[in-house]
């Protein structure tokens, strides 16, 4: 009856809480699977932007869910999902342990993940590649998932190759410089070769006295 009191059980105020609760917490979840999508929305807008691949890694650590790009830089046939086993079947040998320890590494710390690898393309080239990730711990109560970016530097790391290929040319004709300039010094020291220039005019005695303070 309207207006008149009426008094709550605990057993009642129990159950209430408890609706209230689940409530609270589908809210929650919902608030956070929103926030999600529209970060990864965005994400997918400035990675297309910049010509990035954006993956997403599944909880069990098994699969990724990835925008076209990835699949363009790695050379495979287009597709939303790529699975680790295929992925790291495309990494050169050398580097394969190392990414798959560094995505290890990545899946249980909110540290943020990054690393240069090369990647052997179905076609026979290989591509340099450059990945960053880190974990999002997803709504409460949820799955906590591996959230990443990869580019292709490739061109940065020719021009690294290069460059040191050049410092290590200088320093090579530095060193053959110095060697020359120690037998020149070694030879004017012991005077050889002089002995058999001829002549005692002074063009000739001054230009020996240049090449001995050399």
Avoid at 133 to 145: D, Q
Avoid at 150 to 160: N, P, Q, V
């Amino acid at each position: 009856v309207a207006g008149e009191e009426r008094e709550w059980t605990a057993e009642l105020v129990g159950r209430l809480r408890t609706v209230a609760q689940v409530f609270a917490n589908a809210l929650a979840r919902k608030r956070d699977e929103l926030a999600l999508r529209a970060t990864e929305e965005q994400l997918r807008m400035a990675t297309s932007a910049a010509e990035m691949g954006l993956w997403v890694l599944d909880a069990a650590g098994t699969k990724f869910a990835v925008n076209g790009k990835v699949m363009d830089l790695l050379g495979l046939p287009p597709g939303d999902t790529l699975e680790v086993a295929h992925l790291a079947s495309l990494v050169h040998p050398e580097d394969r342990e190392r990414v798959l320890e560094g995505l290890a590494r990545a899946r249980s710390s909110l540290e943020l993940g990054q690393a240069d690898y090369r990647i052997l393309r179905p076609d026979g080239t290989v591509r340099w590649l450059h990945s960053v990730g880190r974990l999002y711990a997803g709504a409460v109560g949820g799955t906590a998932r591996l959230m990443g970016v990869t580019s292709d530097i490739t061109e940065r790391k020719d021009l690294e190759t290069q460059l040191r290929q050049s410092l290590e040319e200088v320093q090579r004709l530095r060193d053959r410089l110095h060697e020359e300039n120690v037998f020149l010094r070694e030879q004017l020291r012991r005077g050889d070769g002089h002995d058999r220039i001829v002549g005692e005019s002074e063009a000739v005695l001054k230009m020996l006295a240049q090449a001995r303070r050399v």
